[in-house]
């Protein structure tokens, strides 16, 4: 196996409109690391990603990587089209699709021998299994897998696009912020298999908890320059910090020594006795490079408005059902919620953590059951649609003044900077501001009536690392109750002292803590149900479904026998007693093992034919 090097950054300059984002950068990427991006929002991570693919050209410097190597990341979602989710992940393997179509063709024994020997090599035929727990780990049981990627909104299709970038295992794996669009069940997955991936991984995130679980090292973006730290986001945290503050004291220092020289330099100019000297000192002023004190990381801020004090408890529910018409998706609710709670709703996708949000924010009335809530009680609901659904063409300024006709300019301006919205960006169309800042406007509009309780699903989406901390201080101090659903563990674990379990239309106090719940998650809770259930379509099939349903059956049976005459093949090989006779270390070993690997695969190729057949049968 050839030896890789790695991915190198050697001295880079690019500007985007005249800005410059890096300049004479270097950095790299030791081959198998996997390594965090980081860098403030705007500071040109994603541009970097887009450099090193190549879709943007350098101004100067170089980037490198092996020859032959595949690089892969998640551009956008999967088309909704009527391709199964397993299908369009198996067909991310671009080398292995072209190998079986032409496995299919060929005539040459010699070429046919290659072919078969090369999917071998490349595991073609324990795919299937692989692209089936990669989906089963982002939430998609084995029935979900089934069906055709039209079923599924945007946002888990952009799962199906990870998905399928992870199954074909580029040597370098490029992911921006994977875990947006990622529950706290799927982020943990994740995490667990990148720290198993085979090669290298650069991947931009401000999760803490990934950056120091799944990562070895840290590339920091910092003032247009690129420095690679090895270890984990806590221990960069800390050394950056270290040396921040050395660079402080240097540049006290350096100040006083150049005022020193200068105070020389200015007393003896005039006298002629002591002209040299003074020109020598001039000369060392000019030599001394300043040591510009880092900037400080300039505070990030959240304020949230204190509500008044209610009497306990704010809402409280006795057998309370909750769904959309048809059987309840949770049932016999009996919950407390009292003004100083701070709860985290665990549970994988499609359990009901959102619905439960919505009941509580009274956007979805109970079925039955009771529930009271204080009379003056005010409610304060974020979540990624709403970010959504601002008015691009309008600025924060005429969105706040919206809500508060009444305010002169000066207060309406004082609310968007306690949220870190500061005079240019108040005037700016939401259009053109980042996701960072439309959050923190979100986050603004959710808050102005010093709601009693904050339900916040999935607040951290965009922020970055120090809008994070800043959202972590802010929701200590609010005197409000916080509801929170997040796939951030360091927010959880800094904001939630309760926790509840959505499961199995339930919604049960979680008594261990987030790390047994990693455990368990990681462990494999196999009677979880992940997928959520579309809406089933009327029973009726047409004649184009039906044709697909035979195709559907005819493709099986073309694996089916693929599969088999694979299994015939390793059946005479394992049957010849020169293999045992002559075999090296090991090679029994591995032909064994494929066959073990075939034989599973024949095993679920015949499941995936019988359950076809079936569903021509009943379409039928």
Known sequence: MQAHPMLKIENITYAVEGRPLFEGASATIP??????????????????????????????????????????????????????????????D????????????????????????????????????????????????????LRP????????????????????????????????????????????????????????????GLLNRAVGGILHLDQKKLTYWTGPYDQFARQVAER????????????ARRAHLQSFVDRFKAKASKAVQAQSRVKMLEKMTPITAPEDAKKVVFTFPAPEELSPPIINMEGA????????????????????????????NGEGKSTLSKLLAGKLQAMDGRITRSSKLR???????????????????????????????????????????????????????SGGQKARLSLLLATIDAPHL????????HLDMESREALVEALTEYSGAVVLVSHDMHLLSLVADRLWLVKGGAVTPYNEDLEAYRRMLLAGDEDAKPAAKPVEKPKKASRDEILALKAEVRKCEDRLNKINDMRDKLAKKL??????????????????????????????????????????????
């Open 379 to 433: 409610i304060g609901y974020f979540a990624q649609h709403q970010v959504d659904e601002l008015h691009i063409d309008e600025t924060p300024l005429q969105h706040v003044q919206r809500l508060r006709p009444d305010e002169g300019q000066p207060r309406l301006r004082a609310r968007l900077a306690g949220f870190g919205l500061m005079a240019d960006q108040a005037e700016t169309v939401v259009g053109r501001l």
């Open 94 to 145: 671009t080398e292995r699709n072209a190998l079986l179509a032409e496995a299919d063709s060929a005539t040459d024994p010699h070429r046919i021998a290659e072919i078969q020997s090369r999917l071998t090599d490349i595991d073609a035929w324990s795919a299937e299994g692989r692209a089936s727990s990669i989906l089963k780990g982002l939430g998609f049981d084995s029935e979900a897998q």
């Open 454 to 461: 904050l339900i916040l699903d999935e607040p951290t989406n």
């Open 321 to 348: 059902s909750v769904g959309y018409g048809g059987p309840p998706v949770l049932k016999k609710l009996s919950l407390r919620i009292d003004q100083d709670d701070r709860i985290a709703l665990l549970g994988r």
């Open 149 to 208: 990627c039209s079923d599924f909104s945007g946002g888990w299709r952009m799962r199906v696009a990870l998905a399928g970038v992870l199954f074909s295992q580029p040597d370098l794996l490029l992911l921006d912020e994977p875990t947006n669009y990622l529950d706290l069940e799927g982020a943990l997955w994740l995490e667990s298999y990148l720290q198993k991936y085979p090669h290298t991984v650069l991947i931009i995130s401000h999760d803490r």
């Open 244 to 255: 921040r503050a050395v660079m402080q004291a240097e540049a006290k220092k350096q100040e």
């Open 575 to 620: 049957a010849d007693p020169e293999l045992y006779e002559n075999a090296r270390a090991g090679e029994l070993e591995t032909w064994n093992r494929k066959y073990a690997e075939v034989m599973e695969a024949l095993d679920r190729a015949e499941a995936l034919w019988l359950q076809a057949s079936e569903k021509l049968e009943s379409a039928a």
């Open 31 to 92: 081959y198998g690391h996997k390594v965090g991006l980081v860098g403030r929002n705007g500071a040109g991570k994603t541009t970097l990603f887009k450099l090193i693919r190549g879709e943007l050209a350098l101004e100067g410097g170089d980037i490198s990587l092996p020859s032959r190597s595949r690089i892969g990341g998640v551009a956008q979602e999967v088309p909704s089209s009527s391709t199964s989710l397993l299908e369009t992940v198996l067909q991310a």
